[in-house]
């Protein structure tokens, strides 16, 4: 009789190849993890490549907290061309000489796009607009707007600027940049508006994310390691890393599973998600404050 494959609860950190979609990866480690219940927390586009979270089993109960952590970028912002999808994927709008721009105004304009700003999201992002996602509507030649959100720019360097000259003869400048930000920000937004703002035009070359919270592209995996060896970060582990934690005691923890709402401590009034554990060092739930109680927002025990 063979033995019945189980497969680990917990995180799976990848590091996600250039021209593959989010859910090319999702499908990808269900094979590998030999499982359905497999999910992502925050999506990539394709052109991108590095940190990428996957959930498996229970874990992916995790999964919507986790999108809403701070996220890190490496990327290349190409000063003097438009690009229909403010990336290297969609076809030249507009070219203009950018040599003429000074490092000056490139960091002026970088300072505008820093700190709490309003986006505008890219026409071919997966953002809903009356239920349609925005990149359909694109797709299929639709005039529309989609509104400014806020987001948080914590920081925006350039590490290096350097000419070029584009496909089509136009002298341009590569910038090497890294950015700190919320969830929800498009990285190629702001390769779009700091374009603009220069009066050039700007799209997104390169990118890789090198942080989602606080997984690192250290701790990631390609898809071809992960075929050969499953790394699994367990699920109380990944909570740990991830939300401040409540360590609670047994008598506690069994209010807790029974459905009780325990008073919470005022240290935790206003840190969101909240991990629990047992005197046993067991994760049992992702909980957070409501009126003083713990409201449970995934139950592991």
Known sequence: MT???????????VDKPSGFTSHDVVAKMRGIAKTRRVGHA???????????????????????HLALTEKEYLGTIRLGQTTVTDDAEGDITASTDATG???DAVDAGIAKLTGHIMQVPSKVSAIKING??????AREGEEFDIPARPVTVSSFD??????????????????????VCSSGTYIRALAR??????????HLTA????????????????????????????????ASAAFPRWDVDGRRAKLLLNGV??????????????AVFDPDGRFLALVEAQRGKAKSLAVFG
């Open 158 to 179: 350039v590490y290096d600027v350097r000419e070029a000259v584009a496909e089509d003869g136009t002298q341009v400048l590569d910038l090497v940049v890294s950015v």
């Open 132 to 137: 349609v996602r925005s990149y359909k509507r």
């Open 42 to 64: 925050g999506t990539l586009d394709p052109m991108a490549t590095g940190v990428l979270v996957l959930g498996v089993e229970r874990a992916t109960k995790l999964l919507g």
């Open 3 to 13: 033995a019945k494959h189980t497969t680990p609860d917990g995180l799976v950190i």
């Open 193 to 202: 508006d700091l374009g603009a703002g220069l009066g050039v035009g700007g």
């Open 101 to 103: 721009i000074t490092r």
């Open 207 to 238: 990118l890789r994310r090198t942080r989602v919270g606080p997984y690192r592209l250290d701790t990631a995996r390609t898809l071809d390691q992960l075929q050969q060896e499953l790394t699994v970060m367990p699920v109380a582990e990944a």
């Open 261 to 274: 709402r325990l008073d919470m401590p005022e240290e935790y009034a206003d840190s969101g998600p909240v």
